[in-house]
């Protein structure tokens, strides 16, 4: 590499970097000071006007053209105002002041004032705006702003870049210099005290200390280690370059990996919400039609789409919340077990009954709990859903209670399928799965239900496992504590 393409490089770098920071600044000062002087004009008109207000009224009281027109004419002042008339109270015009160089714009407004006389209106006052003036005039002054701040960029630039030429480049460039006279003769102690010609600081001093060090180790052992010298530096070189090459590979993996998984989040974040809206308009649509006088055959259809749509919004809410459980933390606050729990079971205990389900809960109601309620909810929301979508006759049976060592234990009960021996124990999958494959399920839903409760279990912490319920079904176990004892 070459120390004039260095300096050229450090240069060119410099440079960019000043307009990068001077671009960002021109578009911040862009979106920030444009529409405030858009505010501020219309501030300084309206206390114009407020303050002639007075003097007008009692000069179109009087009907006293000289005086309205010296006072229209005082509108001047402000570079905004393009034209203003003066009417009485059927509307004729007593006095007009119309800018000597207006220009036609598109951002042009009226706005009329009243204009009050001993508490009775007598007239108005018609002011024509163009905030097109307002809005040149302060982006003339961020252009000139930038300009001024490009150019103490750039003389700031230009010193740090003489700065660095005479305390790193030319340095460098010296003892690159007198290296490269060593290599192309013969290479003696001699040539090494040439080195201490180099006036250097800092950094550098200490590199060409620590080079003359290994040049004088280097020539007293030439003779008898030369081939073992080049090997070493070349073995250097190359692993230099492979530690660097691997370092970036890693960096640029990691930092797509990451990209690609806030992009992720991101389009999951959107996609979901967006549907959402129409969505609820679909919901919206389908009960006002359910409410009309319709045939059965009809009616059937609309509960059919609500129906359709009910299960879509639910499958919406859970992926928003998987992906929430991704990217958020947990909340921490204390809480009644029973008032977090109750409003999610009377929501399930509906979806229970139109299955024919008996629905049960036992919850002690003297339970607090430091953790967060909202996704103690979301979590008891699922383990229900789960124990009624795969119950089909008997019962489903919300419990909780503290253990005798201050722990609170949840449990979903039901008189279900039950499970597989495979699967009692522990839970601990990590994504979502489905109990069964393919398009002939038996059930709906992606499998999102335990991966939602693991994953609020993993950032609680708490432990979640399956026990078998005699003689049938399935018992879902959450053993909970407060969330500062983890912290």
């Given amino acids: 590499m070459k120390l004039s393409g260095l300096s050229a490089r450090l240069a060119l770098l410099m440079v960019v970097a000043t307009l990068v920071m001077q671009l960002g600044h021109g578009l911040y000062r862009f979106s920030v ?44 002042a402000d570079d905004a105002i393009q034209t203003v008339w003066l009417l009485d109270h059927d509307g004729t015009g007593v006095g007009v ?83 490269e006279v060593i290599e192309t003769n013969a290479f003696t102690e001699e040539d090494v005290t040439a080195l201490d010609n180099i006036t250097a600081s800092g950094e550098i001093e200490t590199l060409r200390v620590s080079v003359k060090h290994i040049l004088l180790e280097l020539a007293q052992h030439l003779g008898e280690n030369r081939q073992s010298m080049m090997i070493l530096k070349e073995f250097n070189q190359s692993l230099e370059g492979k530690v660097l090459d691997r370092t970036l590979e890693l960096e640029a993996a990691k930092e797509k990996a990451e990209v690609a998984n806030r992009a992720k989040t991101d389009f999951l974040n959107v996609i979901t919400h967006e549907l959402r809206t129409p969505l609820n308009g679909v919901l919206g649509f389908s009960g006002i039609l359910k409410k009309r006088d319709l045939a059965e055959k009809d009616k059937q259809l609309v509960i059919g789409i609500e129906q359709a749509g009910n299960g879509l919004l ?21 809480f009644s077990v029973y008032d977090a729990l109750i409003a999610v079971f009377n929501d399930q205990k509906k979806k229970a009954h139109s299955k024919g389900l008996e629905c049960l809960i036992d919850i002690d109601t003297s339970l607090v709990l430091k953790g967060d309620p909202k996704r103690l909810a979301i979590l008891t929301r699922q383990l229900l859903a789960n124990g009624i979508k795969f119950t089909h006759s008997g019962s489903v049976a919300l419990q909780c209670h503290k253990e005798e060592d201050g ?31 393919g398009l002939n399920r038996s059930s709906e839903g992606i499998g999102l239900g335990l991966a939602i409760a693991n994953r609020i279990c993993s950032k609680w912490p708490a432990t979640l496992w399956f026990e078998r319920n005699e003689p049938q079904g399935t018992k879902v176990c959450v053993r909970l504590s407060d969330i500062e004892e983890h912290s």
């Fill in 33 to 76: 000071d444009v529409p405030k002087a858009n505010q501020h004009g219309i501030e300084n008109v309206n206390k114009l006007v407020e303050s002639l207000q007075p003097a007008l009224a009692e000069a179109l009281y009087q009907y006293n053209e000289t005086l309205s027109d010296k006072l229209l004419k005082a509108f001047k």
């Fill in 97 to 179: 002041w119309i800018r000597d160089d207006m220009q036609p714009s598109d951002e042009q407004y009226e706005v009329t004032w009243p204009l009050v006389y001993d508490g009775e209106e007598i007239g108005s006052l018609v002011v024509l705006t163009d905030m097109a003036v307002v809005k040149n005039a302060a982006m003339l002054q961020v252009w000139s702003v930038i300009g001024f701040s490009i150019l103490i960029g750039l003389l700031a630039l230009l010193f740090l870049y003489v700065i660095a030429q005479f305390m790193v480049t030319k340095p460098i460039k010296a003892l690159s210099n007198m290296v």
């Fill in 314 to 334: 639910v499958l919406l809410t859970d992926i928003i919340d998987f992906v929430d459980l991704e990217s958020k933390s947990l909340t921490c606050h204390s």
């Fill in 407 to 437: 722990q609170i234990l949840l449990s979903v009960v039901d008189t279900g399928i039950g499970l597989d021996d495979a699967h009692y124990g522990e839970f601990s999958q990590e994504v979502f799965t489905q109990v069964e494959q």
